[in-house]
């Protein structure tokens, strides 16, 4: 039975999944329903050092560089109408190859477009992000983001970090305002 | 002091107010300044179970049927114009009588004969729906339709959904180019 999270939460992954080598983060939502451009959501990756900065662009995972230099983090392909059942986005992480100098691994959602469509994601339907063990593709954690994300355009939906030795993951939850160019930018990316 | 909610947000009224057995949703609207002739705006509710459809045409509740078939909602009567203050158009939910397997309420506002009239919510301002608790009278919550809303001819003001044992109100501020026999017929009530 998969963990549904609460913000602030945390788990063991290496003792949820103890088998875990690779991660895969699962996003999807529902097709607008309405008239009006459609909801784009992007998932992404930003991969950090102990001070909470990326160490060069490279370490920035998203629609536009699906992989990273080391090949640890692969975004599988951008959907731009969450048309589809199930995962409509989905990025792989492959822990035995994150560098040792990456601490922890942020996954971000964000609203393409958010400010000029006049979106958030309080108005996109089942919208949820949700970790799995690429092995077997057993869930392991999934977080909804319609009900706890609301008014929000950009949010960080968690953090896989290490602990020792072993992998943990925080439920975050943590909108932020303005999309992912000034969340990119505030981990330290030249965007 | 009522919640004043902005598009997209949620809100847990069984929370916010423990004692709420009976709402009362209000809706209002002006016709803009400018424009002339008279708005005739219809509230309406539909009752959908998880799949997104009503279960019969009895869970649909708008001028031509004030009633659901379950009793737990009520329509006070069509309001032809708009004028004056307050609310145009009032449902009234007991939320106990709400069947088990309805799943939300969606509340939608179209405007009718919108195409003859040549008439849009971009020509229509302060447009609003409250939620009171009928038994208090306390305004819960109160969510304004601010955006210009000019292609469209049916809104959908918000929604009252069910989390857990819980009933929770989202403002959606969402609508279509279409009227309420279009609205009908996408959630499924057999529309003659």
Sequence with gaps: MAISLQKGGNVNLSKEAPSLKKLIVGLGWDPRATDGAAFDLDGSAFLLKGDGKVRSDADFIFYNNLKSADGSIVHLGDNTTGQGDGDDEQLTIDLALVPADVERVVVAVTIHDADARRQNFGQVGKAYIRVLNADGEKEIARFDLSEDGSTETAMIFGEVYRAGAEWKFKAVGQGFAGGLGPLARSYGINA | ?192
């Design chain 2, 1 to 192: 002091m009522a919640i004043s909610l902005r598009k997209g947000r949620n809100l847990n009224l069984s929370k916010t107010d423990p004692s709420l057995r009976h709402l009362r949703l209000g809706l209002g609207w002006n016709a803009n300044a400018c424009e002339d002739g008279d708005f005739d705006l219809d509230a309406s509710i539909f009752m959908l179970t998880d799949a997104g459809k009503v279960r019969g045409d009895g869970d649909f509740i708008f001028y031509g049927q004030l009633h659901s078939s379950c009793g737990g909602v009520e329509h006070t009567g069509d309001n032809r114009t708009g004028l004056g203050d307050g609310d145009d158009e009032m449902l009234n939910i007991q939320l106990a009588k709400i069947p088990r397997e309805i799943a939300r309420l969606v509340v939608a506002v179209t405007i009718h004969e919108a195409e003859a009239r040549q008439q849009n919510f971009g020509k229509v301002e302060d447009a609003f729906i409250r939620l009171v608790n009928l038994d208090t009278g306390t305004e819960l919550a109160r969510f304004d339709l601010t955006e210009d809303y000019s292609s469209q001819t049916a809104l959908i003001f918000g929604e009252l959904y069910r989390a857990g044992e819980d009933w929770k109100f989202k403002a959606v501020g969402q609508g279509y180019a279409g009227d309420l026999r279009a609205l009908a017929l996408l959630h499924g009530v057999d529309v003659q």
